[in-house]
Protein backbone atom coordinates (compact mmCIF):
# COMPACT_ATOMS: atom_id res chain seq x y z
CA UNK A 1 0.00 0.00 0.00
CA UNK A 2 1.26 3.14 -1.28
CA UNK A 3 2.29 6.12 1.97
CA UNK A 4 1.42 9.32 2.08
CA UNK A 5 2.79 11.30 -0.76
CA UNK A 6 3.25 15.05 -0.27
CA UNK A 7 4.52 17.05 -3.53
CA UNK A 8 6.76 19.07 -4.31
CA UNK A 9 9.45 17.87 -2.01
CA UNK A 10 11.72 20.77 -2.23
CA UNK A 11 10.44 24.52 -2.96
CA UNK A 12 12.25 27.99 -3.03
CA UNK A 13 10.08 30.85 -3.03
CA UNK A 14 10.40 34.52 -2.38
CA UNK A 15 9.32 36.56 0.76
CA UNK A 16 5.62 37.92 -0.69
CA UNK A 17 5.08 35.16 -2.46
CA UNK A 18 2.59 32.46 -1.82
CA UNK A 19 2.79 28.87 -2.30
CA UNK A 20 0.52 25.71 -2.40
CA UNK A 21 1.82 22.14 -0.99
CA UNK A 22 -0.24 19.06 -2.03
CA UNK A 23 -0.81 15.89 0.02
CA UNK A 24 -2.68 12.29 -1.29
CA UNK A 25 -3.23 10.39 1.60
CA UNK A 26 -3.21 6.53 2.53
CA UNK A 27 -5.75 5.02 0.55
CA UNK A 28 -8.31 4.39 2.85
CA UNK A 29 -7.42 7.30 5.42
CA UNK A 30 -10.31 10.43 5.39
CA UNK A 31 -8.49 12.43 8.08
CA UNK A 32 -5.59 14.55 7.05
CA UNK A 33 -3.37 16.43 9.47
CA UNK A 34 -0.44 19.02 8.70
CA UNK A 35 2.14 20.09 10.92
CA UNK A 36 5.00 22.33 10.45
CA UNK A 37 8.73 21.40 11.69
CA UNK A 38 11.38 23.59 12.66
CA UNK A 39 14.54 23.14 14.46
CA UNK A 40 13.63 25.66 16.99
CA UNK A 41 9.48 24.97 17.19
CA UNK A 42 9.66 21.43 16.64
CA UNK A 43 6.31 20.03 15.04
CA UNK A 44 3.36 22.24 15.50
CA UNK A 45 -0.11 21.25 14.75
CA UNK A 46 -1.55 23.54 11.74
CA UNK A 47 -5.21 21.80 10.64
CA UNK A 48 -7.03 18.81 10.27
CA UNK A 49 -9.28 17.85 8.03
CA UNK A 50 -12.20 15.29 8.10
CA UNK A 51 -14.52 14.39 5.09
CA UNK A 52 -13.60 18.14 3.43
CA UNK A 53 -14.70 19.84 6.84
CA UNK A 54 -11.78 21.53 8.58
CA UNK A 55 -11.86 19.71 12.30
CA UNK A 56 -8.89 21.30 14.49
CA UNK A 57 -7.16 24.38 13.82
CA UNK A 58 -3.56 25.47 15.11
CA UNK A 59 -2.25 28.77 16.27
CA UNK A 60 -0.80 30.16 13.05
CA UNK A 61 -2.02 33.14 11.63
CA UNK A 62 -4.71 33.55 8.81
CA UNK A 63 -2.26 33.57 5.93
CA UNK A 64 -2.01 29.61 6.27
CA UNK A 65 -5.57 27.97 5.30
CA UNK A 66 -6.14 24.32 4.04
CA UNK A 67 -8.91 22.26 2.05
CA UNK A 68 -9.29 18.64 1.70
CA UNK A 69 -11.63 17.21 -1.38
CA UNK A 70 -13.78 14.41 -1.79
CA UNK A 71 -11.34 12.21 -2.78
CA UNK A 72 -9.19 12.91 0.84
CA UNK A 73 -6.28 14.42 -1.04
CA UNK A 74 -5.72 17.87 0.90
CA UNK A 75 -3.73 21.09 0.01
CA UNK A 76 -2.38 23.34 1.97
CA UNK A 77 -1.81 27.46 1.37
CA UNK A 78 0.30 29.93 2.46
CA UNK A 79 0.09 33.20 1.51
CA UNK A 80 2.08 36.45 1.20
CA UNK A 81 5.29 34.44 2.34
CA UNK A 82 7.85 35.48 5.26
CA UNK A 83 10.96 34.39 6.04
CA UNK A 84 10.02 32.91 8.93
CA UNK A 85 7.57 30.25 7.24
CA UNK A 86 10.79 28.41 6.24
CA UNK A 87 10.30 25.01 7.54
CA UNK A 88 9.35 21.11 6.59
CA UNK A 89 5.94 20.89 6.53
CA UNK A 90 4.26 17.55 6.71
CA UNK A 91 1.46 16.05 6.25
CA UNK A 92 -0.53 12.79 8.00
CA UNK A 93 -3.15 10.55 7.24
CA UNK A 94 -4.81 8.31 9.54
CA UNK A 95 -8.07 6.16 9.40
CA UNK A 96 -10.81 7.82 11.10
CA UNK A 97 -11.91 10.26 12.62
CA UNK A 98 -11.23 10.03 15.97
CA UNK A 99 -7.93 10.05 18.12
CA UNK A 100 -7.71 5.78 18.12
CA UNK A 101 -6.20 6.06 14.90
CA UNK A 102 -2.19 7.27 14.70
CA UNK A 103 -1.38 9.47 12.12
CA UNK A 104 1.06 8.16 9.58
CA UNK A 105 3.29 11.02 7.94
CA UNK A 106 4.78 11.90 4.50
CA UNK A 107 8.39 13.27 3.89
CA UNK A 108 7.33 16.72 4.04
CA UNK A 109 7.85 19.39 1.64
CA UNK A 110 10.84 21.65 2.70
CA UNK A 111 9.91 25.65 1.77
CA UNK A 112 12.72 27.86 1.84
CA UNK A 113 11.91 31.77 2.00
CA UNK A 114 14.24 33.20 0.83
CA UNK B 1 5.29 25.42 30.97
CA UNK B 2 5.33 23.76 27.84
CA UNK B 3 2.35 20.76 27.50
CA UNK B 4 5.28 18.18 26.31
CA UNK B 5 9.14 18.56 27.18
CA UNK B 6 11.75 15.80 26.00
CA UNK B 7 15.16 16.19 26.33
CA UNK B 8 16.83 16.98 22.93
CA UNK B 9 19.90 15.32 23.30
CA UNK B 10 21.80 14.63 21.82
CA UNK B 11 22.62 10.70 22.86
CA UNK B 12 24.88 8.86 21.83
CA UNK B 13 25.61 5.49 22.92
CA UNK B 14 27.53 2.27 21.94
CA UNK B 15 26.27 -0.68 19.74
CA UNK B 16 23.84 -3.14 21.97
CA UNK B 17 23.81 -0.55 24.86
CA UNK B 18 19.80 -0.45 26.41
CA UNK B 19 18.56 3.43 25.53
CA UNK B 20 15.88 5.16 27.74
CA UNK B 21 14.27 7.96 25.81
CA UNK B 22 12.00 10.30 28.28
CA UNK B 23 9.08 12.66 28.14
CA UNK B 24 7.12 14.64 30.23
CA UNK B 25 3.61 16.37 30.04
CA UNK B 26 1.26 18.63 31.66
CA UNK B 27 -1.79 18.17 30.30
CA UNK B 28 -4.01 15.29 32.39
CA UNK B 29 -6.43 14.66 29.55
CA UNK B 30 -3.96 13.28 27.32
CA UNK B 31 -5.00 9.38 26.43
CA UNK B 32 -3.36 8.68 23.58
CA UNK B 33 0.50 8.17 23.94
CA UNK B 34 2.95 7.37 20.62
CA UNK B 35 6.38 7.41 19.44
CA UNK B 36 7.65 8.39 16.44
CA UNK B 37 11.25 7.55 15.18
CA UNK B 38 12.42 10.43 11.93
CA UNK B 39 15.57 10.10 10.06
CA UNK B 40 17.21 12.60 8.03
CA UNK B 41 15.11 13.92 5.24
CA UNK B 42 12.12 11.80 6.28
CA UNK B 43 8.79 12.34 7.78
CA UNK B 44 8.27 10.84 11.39
CA UNK B 45 7.24 6.97 11.90
CA UNK B 46 5.59 5.68 14.17
CA UNK B 47 7.33 3.18 16.24
CA UNK B 48 5.23 2.96 19.35
CA UNK B 49 1.55 3.74 20.39
CA UNK B 50 -0.23 2.94 23.85
CA UNK B 51 -3.58 4.29 25.13
CA UNK B 52 -3.25 5.01 29.12
CA UNK B 53 -0.81 3.91 31.86
CA UNK B 54 0.82 0.60 31.20
CA UNK B 55 3.88 -1.24 29.23
CA UNK B 56 3.59 -2.28 25.64
CA UNK B 57 6.43 -4.22 23.86
CA UNK B 58 7.45 -4.54 20.75
CA UNK B 59 10.61 -6.48 20.08
CA UNK B 60 13.54 -4.61 20.82
CA UNK B 61 11.46 -1.60 21.69
CA UNK B 62 9.36 -1.06 25.01
CA UNK B 63 7.03 2.05 26.06
CA UNK B 64 5.59 2.23 29.21
CA UNK B 65 3.06 5.60 30.17
CA UNK B 66 3.05 6.77 34.10
CA UNK B 67 -0.26 8.67 34.23
CA UNK B 68 -0.02 9.40 38.03
CA UNK B 69 3.20 11.58 37.16
CA UNK B 70 2.83 12.51 33.44
CA UNK B 71 5.93 10.94 32.29
CA UNK B 72 6.25 8.43 29.65
CA UNK B 73 9.92 6.58 28.19
CA UNK B 74 10.67 4.49 25.35
CA UNK B 75 13.38 1.33 25.97
CA UNK B 76 15.91 0.39 23.15
CA UNK B 77 17.34 -2.62 23.62
CA UNK B 78 20.54 -4.02 22.35
CA UNK B 79 20.61 -0.63 20.36
CA UNK B 80 21.79 -0.83 16.43
CA UNK B 81 23.63 1.90 14.28
CA UNK B 82 20.52 2.07 12.21
CA UNK B 83 18.62 3.17 15.28
CA UNK B 84 20.41 6.11 14.87
CA UNK B 85 17.29 9.32 14.96
CA UNK B 86 15.36 11.61 16.04
CA UNK B 87 13.22 10.02 18.61
CA UNK B 88 9.47 12.08 18.84
CA UNK B 89 7.47 11.51 21.97
CA UNK B 90 3.90 12.83 20.65
CA UNK B 91 0.27 12.68 22.79
CA UNK B 92 -3.23 13.63 22.41
CA UNK B 93 -6.94 13.00 24.12
CA UNK B 94 -9.79 12.65 22.64
CA UNK B 95 -10.07 16.03 21.43
CA UNK B 96 -7.46 17.37 20.74
CA UNK B 97 -4.54 16.58 17.79
CA UNK B 98 -1.75 15.72 18.43
CA UNK B 99 1.16 17.40 20.35
CA UNK B 100 5.05 16.22 19.60
CA UNK B 101 7.67 16.45 22.26
CA UNK B 102 10.91 18.29 20.06
CA UNK B 103 12.50 15.09 19.82
CA UNK B 104 15.40 13.36 21.13
CA UNK B 105 18.46 12.90 18.59
CA UNK B 106 20.24 9.40 19.14
CA UNK B 107 23.39 8.41 17.75
CA UNK B 108 24.02 4.49 18.16
CA UNK B 109 28.24 4.10 17.69
CA UNK B 110 29.04 0.87 16.36
Known sequence: ?114 | QKEVEQDPGPLSVPEGAIVSLNCTYSNSAFQYFMWYRQYSRKGPELLMYTYSSGNKEDGRFTAQVDKSSKYISLFIRDSQPSDSATYLCAMSSRNTPLVFGKGTRLSVIA
Not at chain 1, 10 to 33: A, D, E, N, W
Not at chain 1, 49 to 59: L, P
Not at chain 1, 65 to 88: I, P, Y
Open chain 1, 1 to 114: KAGVTQTPRYLIKTRGQQVTLSCSPISGHRSVSWYQQTPGQGLQFLFEYFSETQRNKGNFPGRFSGRQFSNSRSEMNVSTLELGDSALYLCASSLGQGRLAPLHFGNGTRLTVT
